[in-house]
């Protein structure tokens, strides 16, 4: 019943305030092409089993000043793993984390743990992919709404800009190949109501979190069409 009548007054709301001005506001100019980058991932050709490289990716160096930057740069490194062993043009091999595969491995060779992972060589890589989180900015677009003394809606706009620069280095002799850097921004935009001291929040998508997600998306194009098993 609350959820009602909150909803009722984001349309009492609308209709006050004018749906022209709300579309204005709530379908800006885009300033991201999100769409597009899921299409050419789309588009993808599959890969050639022969020409699949062994590649691995280190962890993001964070340099930005953006709170929790840190944690958002390893979180995007293993987000990109995660994208490269999904378009299957790469084997990728454990890096950022290896300690964890060291622990197993001595675990197994002191016979604490059954396997014989302790006895065999780790794979190396021939490609490494490092990199480094540059920008990482969120700020408000800006509000639009209507208001009366019991009832009222609230438009606002949350941008969000993300940047990553990547290295492609040849494992034999350091030397490196090509960069890459991507850069992406997003507006976001949510509704809020409410009716009689109650409130209903319509927001959609966190921009950031899409920022991030169409940034690693537009690595991982172009990293597969410049390295991919063709």
């Not at 020409?51 to 930005?64: G, I, L, Q, S």
């Not at 958002?72 to 378009?87: E, F, N, P, R, W």
């Amino acid at each position: 019943m609350r959820t009602w009548i909150a909803m009722t007054a984001v349309v009492v709301a609308m209709a006050l305030v004018g749906c022209e001005a709300i579309d204005e506001f709530m379908n800006p100019t885009p300033t991201t092409r999100g769409s597009r980058v899921a299409e050419k991932l789309r588009s993808i050709p599959p890969p050639n089993p022969a020409n699949v490289k062994t590649v691995t990716v280190y962890r993001f160096e964070n340099k930005t000043g953006f709170p929790y930057g840190l944690s958002i740069s390893h979180g995007m490194t293993d987000q990109l793993i995660t994208a490269l062993v999904k378009t299957g043009h790469f084997r990728v091999v454990e890096r950022a984390t290896l300690s964890d595969v060291m622990t197993e491995r001595a675990l197994q060779q002191s016979g604490q743990a059954t396997g014989g992972a302790g006895g065999t060589q780790l794979a190396g890589a021939a490609l490494i992919f490092a990199g480094a989180v540059t920008e990482l900015d969120e700020g408000s677009g800006g509000t639009i709404g209507y208001g009366r003394r019991h009832y009222g809606l609230e438009a606002r706009r949350v941008t969000a800009s993300v940047g990553l620069d990547m290295r492609i280095i040849n494992a034999a002799d350091s030397v490196v190949l090509d960069s890459i850097d991507v850069r992406r921004k997003v507006a976001q935009t949510g509704l809020s109501g409410r009716a009689h001291g109650l409130y209903g929040d319509f927001e959609i998508t966190n921009a950031m979190d899409l920022a991030i997600r169409e940034t690693i998306d537009e690595a991982v194009y172009q990293l597969v069409m410049n390295y991919g098993a063709f």
